[in-house]
């Protein structure tokens, strides 16, 4: 067995040994499982990702054997060097994967190790010191009413310059009223439909670029959409199907035309 041989196996046994873990912390809550191991940010594994990457990861032990029976040392190297380039250049950045559990490092996160934020407290602003010879400002006492005996007060005539320089004043202008609109005028109070905005033609090119690779891997078509949904950035899922229908036929060409 070569060096890389023996790393290639070691990297299968260890990615068994997370995945019948993260099996087991699927019965668990999302509190519980946050807690049972130190995670990376992610999120968090279905049942169903599991068990097919179980299945996958059973198989390329499989290859990996069968490889070494036949005396075959440049199989495990070139699955390391596609291992490198797939991190390298190969894989987005997205938080859809399965981290790695380790079962030395079981537990070790508890609720009480968790760093909590303390509550800002905002403490009032202290007076300002009042200056020695400023005085407080005191409200004058309100006037008394007149009793309701008294005469009222008669305002005393205008002079005849008052008079004159009052009608020298121009008159104030007045907007003129608004239109009053009809009843039955619905026309121009409804607001007029929003024009529905097409997909982004990067969207969409991710989009099909997804599904070619999917059925290069062997995917069915009736998959497509939930698959693609799943990964980050890309639109919902009835959006991924309008665009697979009407790439169609150009998806299957591509994906048929091989590498």
Not at 89 to 100: A, T, W, Y
Not at 102 to 124: F, M, N
Request: some cysteine; glycine content about 4%; charged content about 25%.
């Amino acid at each position: 067995m070569t060096p890389a041989d023996r790393r290639i196996t070691e990297l299968i046994e260890k990615w068994l040994t997370s995945i019948d873990l993260h099996l087991k912390y699927a019965e668990l809550s999302d509190g519980s499982y946050a807690r049972i191991q130190p995670w990376p940010k992610h999120d968090r594994p279905t049942r169903w990702v599991l068990e097919v990457a179980r299945q996958k990861i059973l198989e390329l032990k499989g290859h990996c054997e069968t490889r070494q029976a036949m005396g075959d040392s440049k199989y495990s190297e070139s699955l390391e060097l596609m291992a490198f380039l797939s991190n390298l250049v190969g894989i987005q950045h997205i938080q859809r994967f399965i981290p790695l559990a380790d079962p030395a490092s079981e537990g070790t996160t508890t609720s009480a190790s968790q760093t909590l934020e303390a509550p800002t407290v905002i403490k009032p602003a202290p007076a300002r010191a009042r200056p020695a010879g400023d005085e407080t400002t005191r409200e004058m006492p309100r006037l008394k009413p007149a009793a309701a005996s008294a005469r009222p007060a008669v305002a005393p005539a205008a002079t005849p310059t008052a008079q004159r320089r009052d009608s020298a004043k121009p008159a104030p202008v007045r907007p003129a009223p608004a239109p009053v609109r009809p009843a039955n005028d619905t026309k121009l109070s409804q607001p007029a439909p929003a024009a529905k905005a097409p997909a982004p033609t990067d969207v969409r090119g991710k989009i099909i670029a997804d599904a070619i690779r999917l059925l290069k891997w062997g995917k069915s078509w009736h998959e497509l959409a939930e698959l693609i949904g799943r990964i980050a950035d890309r639109p919902p899922v009835h959006e991924i199907r309008k665009v697979l229908r009407a790439h169609k036929t150009e998806i299957e060409s591509k994906a048929a035309a091989g590498p």
